[in-house]
Structures are given as C-alpha cells and as structure tokens.
C-alpha cells in the first residue's frame, strides 16, 4: 500500500514555530503510522533541522530563488518526482497547528482535490490576477475564477500526480515569482478547472474570514458550537495583521488581537458589500 505524505516548507525565522508547535501539534494528534513528513528547508538553523530529523522528519533542501509561497510548490514537485504517493497533504507550516486527526482524511474524495474557501470576500482575484500575469493568460483565469469563492493554499488535499501537475501549471504560468500571492491564483485557476470538493470550515480555520467567529479556552481554539476545530490557520501576509498573538500549541499561548480581528472583520464586510454591490 502506498503511503501518504505532507509537506510543509519552513525558513530560519518560522523554523522554531514548526518544530516546537506546528510538528508538536502534528505527533499529538494525528495518527503518523502509513504518512512521511517533509518539510522544504529554505534556511533552516542546524538546530532546527537536527530537531526534525530527530523527530523523523525528512528535510528537503529547497532552491535560493524566488518568493518562498512560489517557490515551495516547484520545490515540491522537484521532491515527489521520482517519488511515489498515494495522497498528499500541503500545508503552511509557519502559521498552522492541528487539533485534531487529520489521517482519515487521506482516505476520502482520493481522486480529486480537497479544499476550503475563505467565508469572507476579499477581493483577491481583482487585485492579483491584474498585477502578476501576462496579458495572455489574465483574460482565460479570470473566466475560470469569476465569482467563485477563493480557496486558499494553506491546506490542499490532493491526489498524488494531479498535485504535481497543479505545481507544474505554477512554474509555468506565474510570471513574477518574487511575487507574494500569485500561487493562490494559480491553485484556485487550476482546481476550479479539475474536480474539487469544499471541506468543512474547520480543516482549515482561517479567523479573519470566518463570520461566525471562534472561541479560544486555554490555548484550545473551538467554534462558537463547541467543536474543536481542526487545523487552525493564523494567516496573515505579516505578522501584524495575523489576528492571533502569541500563537503557538499549549495552554499558555493564543490570545486575540482584538483590534487587528475586528479591524479585518470589517474591512472584509465592505469589501463583500462592495461587490455585491457594483459587480
């Protein structure tokens, strides 16, 4: 039987966030057993790389050009190519803690992508599809991803080989890969064009863009239901407007940024008025 994988790609400076709780959270709580874990070095201390290993981590040195959320997708299809999986899981790692298990998820929907879209607009598409591609190709993704909701990159549950042709369509279409940004286009352009299902909100739990809120008990993110949620995902662009201080996995981290939280709550509620309005 083919075993499963994840991959997720660090730098020196979230480099101790990964190995103290993104993969802390990860051995607690998910059943390890038939899944390898990769995480794609792009200046990781020689500390932190003997703490994956020791943790049988499989470390991947990644190439010294371009933007890390470009280039973490060529640099993982460079790893699985003369590889062989049955799933993958392709996840943020800087920004990201699990909750809950994750491995069953490797056993449903396997022939297609599994993904979550944000819950708030964000007018993604009008900013980033104008300013990273060529005139060519704008005209054909913006037919592809016209009302649709953005699905984000921080979680994709993907079949083996249909994963390492989305990163292909990466290389090959992103015009700037210095650029912050344009790989979520390309994952939306790409998926919206293959078969996909939506996974719950609480596989990949992005607070800013999530309307119904969440709840926080010693250092334990829930929905307001109760249910603990799954993967919890602090993205943010910088650090700033990440609604989560001190985020990390345990009780003594996690506290909201109140101003920052409600400030982005906001802005995405005009935002989806904007759009619903003059669109």
């Known amino acids: 039987m083919l075993k499963n994988i994840i991959i997720t790609s660090a730098d020196k400076k979230c480099g101790d966030f990964v190995t103290k709780h993104w993969l802390a959270s990860l051995k607690d709580n998910v059943n390890l057993d038939n899944i390898d874990v990769v995480v794609i070095d792009y200046g990781l201390t020689r500390k932190q790389i003997n703490l994956l290993r020791k943790n049988q981590v499989t470390v991947f040195l990644g190439i010294n050009k371009y933007h890390i959320v470009n280039k973490r997708f060529f640099d993982s299809a460079r790893f699985l190519k003369n590889k062989e999986y049955d799933q993958i899981l392709f996840i943020d790692g800087g920004d990201t803690i699990f909750q809950e298990d994750i491995s069953s998820m490797f056993k449903k929907d396997k022939k297609i992508f599994r993904v979550v879209p944000l819950g708030m607009e964000v007018l993604f598409f009008e900013w980033f599809i104008r300013n990273n591609f060529e005139k060519k190709i704008k005209k054909k993704i913006w037919q ?19 994963f390492i042709d989305l990163c292909s369509k990466m290389k090959k279409l992103i015009k700037d890969k210095d650029a912050w940004g344009p790989d979520q286009i390309i994952v939306n352009y790409y998926i919206y064009q293959s078969k996909y299902k939506f996974l719950n909100n609480k596989y990949n739990y992005m607070m800013s863009t999530m309307p119904k809120g969440f709840v926080i008990k010693n250092g334990v993110f829930y929905e307001p239901t109760g ?53």
């Open 227 to 279: 249910e603990k949620i799954v993967i919890v995902h602090n993205a943010g662009q910088m650090d700033f407007f990440r609604p989560i201080k001190n985020f990390g996995y345990g009780k003594n981290y996690n506290q909201i940024k109140h101003l920052v939280y409600h400030a982005k709550k906001t802005q995405y509620k005009i935002l989806g008025w904007y759009k619903k309005t003059f669109s």
């Open 144 to 162: 592809v991803v016209k009302n649709k909701p953005v699905i984000n990159a921080g979680v994709i549950f993907a079949p083996y080989k249909k």
